[in-house]
C-alpha cells in the first residue's frame, strides 16, 4: 500500500513539474518566445475561427455578447460554445452555475432561430481546479483540447472567455500542444492600478487564472474595473435602439432592465455590459486601444504580483464606447 502511494505521488510531481518546465513558470530558462508570442498577439486579418466560453446565466451581458458573436459572421466564424462554471446568488454551486448558462445559451439560440448551433454547444466544468496541475475534466475542455489540433501558430483558433477560466485552463494541462494554436481573449481580473485584483472571473479559480498567465499561451486581457467598467447602457438608451427589433431585442431589454434594478434598485441606472469587449477586439472596428505588458501574476490574496523577466501578453487599456455600442445596436436589430 506504502509503495503504491509513494508511486503515486512521484508519478503526481513529475507530471507537475513536466508542466511547469512547459509553462516556463520554473527554473531561470524561459522556454516563451517573446518574439514570436508578440506576432501572434497581433490583431487577425479576414474571417478567423472561434470558441466562446461563457457562463451566460450569471449576468446578462454575455447573452449580449454572444448574440454579437453571431452576428459578427463576416469575421467570426464561431465553431463552439462552452458553458462555463459561476457561484453566486444565481446558483447553488458552480455545477448549477454551468448548467445554468448550458441552457440560457439554448433560449438565446433560439431567439437568434440559430438551431444549427445547438450541435456544438458543450458542457463544462462543474467544479473549479483543484490546483495547478490538476485539470476539471468536462466535453468543454475535451473538445478544446482537441478542436485546436487542427490549427496552428500560423492560423490559431481563437477563444474567447468571459467567465471562470476554469475550462480553457483545463484544456491547456490536458493537452499542453494547443498553447501554440490558439490565442486565449479573456475577460477577467482589474487593471493593474485597481486597489484589488477581487475579480469575480478571476477569483473563482485563481489557479486557472495562473496558468493562463503563467504558461505563455497568446492572451489578451480585458480587465473590468477600471478599464471595461466604462462600457454602460442605459435603459432609455436600450428602448431607444432596440426595443421592437426582434425577439432578441425586446428579452435583452427586459433582462437587463430586471438584472439592473435588482442590483442598483431605483428607476435611474446604468449596467456594464462587459462581455461584449471581448468579441469586440477581434473586430475590424475602431473599438479598443491596447499595449503589451509584461505578464502579470494573479496571486491567492486577490492582488497582483509582478515580474518584468516574465513574458508579454496584450492589454486593453480603453474602450472606445460610443464606437462599440453602435456597432452592437446595428448588429443586434438585424
Not at 503515486?8 to 518546465?21: A, F, I, P, S, V
Not at 441552457?103 to 438551431?115: D, G, Y
Not at 505578464?295 to 472606445?320: G, L, T
Request: with cysteine.
Amino acid at each position: 500500500m506504502y509503495g503504491r502511494a509513494k508511486e503515486r505521488t512521484m508519478d503526481n510531481e513529475k507530471k507537475k513539474q513536466e508542466w511547469q518546465e512547459f509553462a516556463g513558470v520554473v527554473g531561470t530558462k524561459s522556454v516563451i518566445d517573446n518574439a514570436k508570442l508578440i506576432q501572434r498577439l497581433e490583431k487577425p486579418k479576414g474571417r478567423v475561427d472561434v470558441v466562446i466560453d461563457t457562463d451566460t446565466y450569471n449576468e446578462i451581458d454575455d447573452q449580449f455578447a454572444l448574440s454579437y458573436l453571431i452576428k459578427s459572421d463576416e469575421k467570426l466564424n464561431l465553431k463552439a460554445i462552452y458553458a462555463a462554471p459561476f457561484f453566486n446568488e444565481k446558483s447553488t454551486g458552480p455545477a448549477d452555475g454551468m448548467e445554468k448558462s448550458y441552457q440560457e445559451i439554448m433560449n438565446v439560440l433560439t431567439l437568434l432561430e440559430r438551431e444549427d448551433l445547438k450541435q456544438v454547444v458543450y458542457r463544462g466544468s462543474t467544479e473549479y481546479m483543484p490546483s495547478e496541475t490538476e485539470p476539471v475534466i468536462s466535453d468543454a475542455a475535451k473538445d478544446l483540447a482537441e478542436r485546436a489540433m487542427n490549427y496552428t501558430e500560423e492560423h490559431p483558433l481563437y477563444v474567447i472567455a468571459i467567465g471562470a477560466i476554469t475550462n480553457v485552463s483545463s484544456a491547456l494541462i490536458m493537452n499542453p500542444a494547443i498553447r501554440d494554436r490558439i490565442v486565449l481573449i479573456w475577460l477577467g481580473g482589474h487593471a493593474l492600478n485597481w486597489p484589488n485584483n477581487k475579480e469575480f472571473n478571476l477569483y473563482q479559480d485563481v489557479a486557472g487564472a495562473r496558468i493562463v498567465f503563467g504558461c505563455g499561451v497568446p492572451l489578451v486581457q480585458l480587465p473590468c474595473m477600471g478599464v471595461v467598467s466604462a462600457f454602460t447602457t442605459s435603459g432609455p438608451e436600450l428602448e431607444y435602439h432596440l426595443r421592437g427589433k426582434n425577439k432578441l431585442c425586446d428579452y435583452l431589454i427586459d433582462v437587463t432592465t430586471e438584472e439592473a434594478r435588482a442590483c442598483y434598485g431605483g428607476s435611474t441606472w446604468t449596467r456594464p455590459i462587459w462581455d461584449v469587449t471581448a468579441v469586440a477586439w477581434l473586430l475590424d472596428g475602431d473599438f479598443e486601444e491596447d499595449c503589451l505588458i509584461h505578464s502579470p501574476i494573479p496571486e491567492y490574496d486577490d492582488r497582483y504580483a509582478f515580474d518584468n523577466n516574465r513574458h508579454f501578453i496584450k492589454y486593453v487599456y480603453h474602450i472606445k464606447r460610443d464606437n462599440l455600442f453602435a456597432d452592437l445596436f446595428e448588429k443586434l436589430k438585424k
